[in-house]
């Protein structure tokens, strides 16, 4: 009797649970709508702000233990040893941030074909640990080379969005990107008025993914977006010392996330 009572009340409470997210169901279905006819426009546009990680792949040359280097090729390296090995290759990202436009074409349903001009700000920071040999005697030390950043990024993107529910919509963006970096014009050198340092290309060309979210507002459209890019060229300029000599193959990669505003 026992047994069929807790049966019983396990019943009735699976009833009331199913009634009750049956009800919730109902009153989140019944929510109204913002801009309903939002997506159906043919194109649209709005402003991006975005923060920014700008990030390295780094290839050592084969061997880079036994590659010696000589004074001449790293004149920041005081007093000027005999000859220098580096012993090591690392990087740290820094933070930066991105401002663009949007443009947005509808191609169908689901699909969106975008275009975002913007101006990304960041820097990266190179580590070699170096070996200096003087007379006879080995001293170790840190070189950090920091290269900032001003890149004016093109990216043209394919959004794949899902079923919008209610007033939210996840998606997901795929394309390519052009990326011209205006901090490699000038004759650049660090802090310490020195020209040895880590240059890169002018140009790049990256792949770019992402996923995000779509959420309708009374007046306008918020999206969240985390976005990768890669690309798989070389951006390293040959300058003919330690820094880029160490360097089998430098690339870029940049992890952003993003709020636009539609």
């Given amino acids: ?108 349903k689901y699909t969106d074909l975008r275009f975002i001009p913007s101006l990304a700000f960041g820097e990266r920071v190179i580590n070699y640990n170096i070996a200096e040999y003087r007379g006879g005697e080995v001293d170790t030390s840190l070189m950090k080379k920091r290269i900032p950043s001003t890149y004016i990024d093109f990216p043209l993107t394919v959004k794949y969005k899902s079923e919008r529910y209610n007033n939210v919509r996840a998606y997901v963006v795929g394309g390519a990107k052009y990326s011209l970096d205006l901090a490699s014009l000038s004759d650049k050198q660090d802090d310490s008025g020195n020209k040895e340092i880590v240059k890169l290309k002018r140009h790049d060309f990256s792949f770019e993914i992402g996923v995000g979210f779509d959420y309708y507002l009374n007046f306008f459209k918020l999206g969240t977006e985390i976005t990768m890019s890669y690309s798989p060229f070389a951006i390293a300029e040959r300058e003919g010392n330690m820094y880029t000599g160490a360097i089998e193959k430098l690339q870029s990669k940049y992890f952003q996330l993003s709020f636009t505003f539609e």
């Fill in 1 to 108: 009797m026992r047994m069929l009572k807790n049966r019983f009340l396990m019943i009735i409470a699976g009833f009331l649970i199913a009634a009750a997210a049956n009800g919730q169901g109902n009153l989140i279905k019944q929510k109204v709508k913002n801009l309903p006819n939002y997506d159906y426009a043919p194109y649209h546009f709005g402003f991006v702000l975005a923060i920014n990680q700008m990030h390295f792949t780094i290839d050592p040359i084969d061997n880079l233990h036994e590659k010696t280097f000589l004074s001449s090729e790293a004149e920041d390296v005081l007093p000027a040893p005999e000859e220098i090995r580096v012993l090591g290759i690392d990087y740290k990202p820094e933070y930066g941030f991105t401002v663009g436009i949007v443009g947005n074409l509808r191609l169908g």
